[in-house]
């Protein structure tokens, strides 16, 4: 052969697209295993209930105004009564919400779900109702409205477990629905008429515990709304369009604080106007009811809202994925070892050998998404790890001709285990620590090939002295005669 080099590297491309191949299967179990996953939270949710969202108190009244209309003239003269429905809303001058979350692990077969249970103490106060005074639009018409009705909305009404409520310290009767259009899930309770033409202050507070999975949203419905969360979950994830005026993120659990004035938001415009109430994707990628996946329309045809998520930041399917990004890397690096090995020590490997070794470090991924579907993700990574190195050094041990090279060669295999596990760790600062670690497998390389003969390699081997004489072709007969 001519030019063996350039058939080595056919050799060795081929074997990295079978690997590339092998690693799009695993991806696609790992992908399958979120969409397990995912369903498994569906599942949670049909049975529990799903990422809450709690608005209010508000006060609603439903209206009607008939007048009636002439048409015609003498015989041909005709009434006909016409007739407007219109609701007529009262948002909460003050509104306090000292909330407390209790996080319950649910589970469906392999798959966790983050629960909670939401204890919170909402006080509402009107300065007035004023904005529950009809007015007629035509003149002599007749104007009916039902009595006030206090309503909570909530996201989903199976997780109410326990709610009572006081206004203006009388104990009143809730009952399920709100009577409002669009806001319909939730629980209220009828006021008395005569609350409507009074102008002193009106005070309710709402006792309630409520249960969901995974988020909670809330509406800044006051004019001047405050609210304080607790909660032992220590991996809190704020969204929405406010965060947290102060908050304190400690290993033992969190404390948030908003301070929101209706300066600032159009929440009370956006619930008046009856625009929906969205819920921002999950950290798992799911979206519930209304999706923000188009982000300046869709929060523009939202009302305005803060959430928390109790997000696991250690979801194995989620560093599983991350970790297959770097499988590319990962048998780019190790061939680069290999191939200084063979160079450098002045072997041979065939491709075949590449393709075992890289098959090894393919196995690692699947090994690491199944172990951490039993165990901690940690030790499940250390297990994966641990195996595929070890048995890369025996196998290099033999591939490279002795133990001396192959235990080298599995540091090297552990280094770059280790390496991944810190980048899986690190969030802000990942970029910048796998960029200097590829410099400096790169400067490394540069250095241990600076005095090799690239040249060399590929120019034809001269023959050794007394190979001239030696004939590739063996003698005929008549020769040999």
């Known amino acids: 052969m001519k030019h063996p080099l350039f058939i080595k590297l056919a050799a060795l491309v081929a074997v990295t697209v079978l690997l590339l191949f092998g690693l799009g299967l695993i991806e696609g179990v790992v992908r399958d295993r979120q969409r397990y996953r995912l369903e498994a939270a569906r599942g949670v949710e049909q049975s529990l209930a799903g990422p809450q969202t709690l608005m209010g108190p508000m006060l609603h009244s439903a209206c009607v105004e008939t007048w009636d ?6 015989a041909e003269r005709r009434t006909a009564e016409q007739r407007r429905e219109f609701l007529l809303t009262a948002m909460p001058q003050q509104l306090q919400l000292r909330t407390s979350a209790v996080m319950q692990e649910r589970a469906r077969g392999l798959h966790k779900v983050n629960a909670y249970t939401l204890k919170a103490q909402v006080t509402a106060e009107w300065a007035s109702l ?30 109410i477990r326990m709610a009572q409520v006081e206004v203006d310290g009388q ?42 999975t995974e988020r909670l ?33 400690r290993p033992d659990g969190f404390t948030a604080h908003w301070r929101l004035s209706s300066l600032a938001s159009s929440a009370q415009q956006d619930i008046a106007e009856g ?21 300046a329309g869709a929060q523009r045809a939202c009302a305005d809202s803060f959430s928390v998520a109790f997000i696991d930041p250690v979801n194995p399917y989620s560093l599983a994925d991350r970790a297959m990004k770097y499988g590319v890397l990962f048998i780019a690096l190790t061939f680069v070892a290999v191939g200084l090995f063979e160079l450098m020590q002045k072997l041979r490997v065939h491709p075949v050998q590449y393709l075992l070794v890289g098959s090894a470090l393919c196995v690692f991924f699947l090994l690491l998404v199944s172990l951490s579907e039993h165990l901690a993700f940690g030790p499940s990574y250390a297990m994966a790890a641990t195996a595929c190195v070890l048995l890369l050094a ?4 033999h591939m490279l001709g002795s133990l001396r090279r192959g235990l080298p060669f599995g540091a090297l295999i552990a280094v770059l285990y280790s390496l991944l ?56 007969a008549s020769e040999a005669a």
Request: hydrophobic content about 45%; proline content about 8%.
């Open 421 to 476: 596990y810190v980048l899986l760790q690190l969030e802000q600062t990942a970029l910048i620590v796998g960029a200097i670690a590829l410099f400096a497998v790169l400067a490394a390389v540069m250095v241990l090939t600076r005095r090799m003969d690239w040249y060399g390699l590929t120019a034809p081997r001269l023959p050794a002295p007394g190979e001239a004489a030696a004939s590739p072709v063996a003698p005929t």
């Open 69 to 74: 209309t002439v048409t015609g003239a003498g």
């Open 171 to 212: 104990t009143l009767a809730l009952k399920p629905g709100t009577f409002h259009p669009v806001y319909s899930r939730g629980l209220h309770t009828p006021l008395p008429e005569g609350l409507r033409a009074q102008s002193g202050q009106v005070r309710a507070v709402l006792d309630l515990e409520l249960v969901g």
């Open 130 to 159: 004023a904005s529950l005074q009809p007015e007629r639009t035509v003149k002599g018409s007749r104007m009916q409205c039902g009595a006030p009705i206090l309503m909570v909305a909530v996201g989903d009404a199976r997780g």
């Open 217 to 249: 949203v809330i509406v800044p419905l006051g004019g001047n709304t405050e609210v304080l969360m607790q909660s032992a979950w220590p991996h809190p994830s704020f969204g929405g369009r406010f965060l947290p005026s102060d908050r304190e993120v």
């Open 394 to 397: 025996y196998y290099a041990s």
């Open 275 to 295: 625009r929906k109430v969205c819920n921002a994707p999950l950290s798992d990628g799911s979206v519930n009811e209304t999706a923000e996946s188009e982000a």
